[in-house]
C-alpha cells in the first residue's frame, strides 16, 4: 500500500482524496484486501490530509504530551477490492469536538464505494493517558477541515 500522490481538496469541498494500490501483501488467501487492510488504508489517509495542514504528531507529543487514539470504528465492507485495484480513500473531518475528532471515510474502487466508515479519534495526555482538550492551535488547523465546527 502505497500513495503515489498528497491528498488534494475536491472541488471546494472538504474532501480529500488519496489513491493507493493494493499489492499482493494486502491480500489474503482468497485473493481479496485482507479486511484489516482497509483500516489501515484509511489510518494513512488520516495522516496525510493531517500533514497536509502541517498537523505535526511527533512533535505535539514532545511539546505538549498530547496523542491522538482511535476511540471508536463503524465499518461497513460493501464490496470486496483485489490485487491491483487502485483505490481512492476519500476523507472528511464530520464533527470536531472539544476533545475529540470524527473522520468520514470511503474507499472507492473505479468510482464504487467498497467500504465506509466513521472513525473517531480522542485526544488525551501521554503521561495520564486520560482525555484532554485539543489545543486551540490544533483546534485552529482542524477547523479548517471540517464544514461544520460542532463544539461539543
Known amino acids: 500500500m502505497h500513495a503515489s500522490t498528497p491528498p488534494a481538496p475536491v472541488e471546494g469541498k472538504k474532501l480529500f482524496s488519496l489513491p493507493v494500490r493494493v499489492y499482493y501483501e494486502d491480500t489474503d488467501a482468497g485473493g481479496v484486501v485482507y479486511y484489516a487492510n482497509y483500516l489501515k488504508f484509511c489510518e494513512r489517509a488520516r495522516t496525510e490530509v493531517l500533514r497536509e495542514v502541517g498537523f505535526e504528531q511527533n512533535r505535539l507529543l514532545a511539546e505538549q504530551d498530547i496523542l491522538f487514539v482511535v476511540r471508536t470504528v463503524q465499518a461497513d465492507y460493501l464490496r470486496s477490492a483485489a490485487l491491483d485495484d487502485l483505490l481512492d480513500v476519500r476523507t472528511t473531518i464530520a464533527r470536531l469536538g472539544h ?51 460542532e463544539r461539543h
Open 99 to 149: 476533545a475529540s475528532l470524527s473522520f468520514a471515510q470511503q474507499i472507492c474502487c473505479g468510482g464504487t464505494t467498497i467500504f465506509a466508515a466513521n472513525i473517531t479519534i480522542a485526544c488525551i495526555r501521554a503521561s495520564t493517558k486520560r482525555p484532554t482538550p485539543i489545543p486551540p492551535a490544533v483546534r485552529a488547523l482542524f477547523a479548517t477541515l471540517v464544514e461544520t465546527d
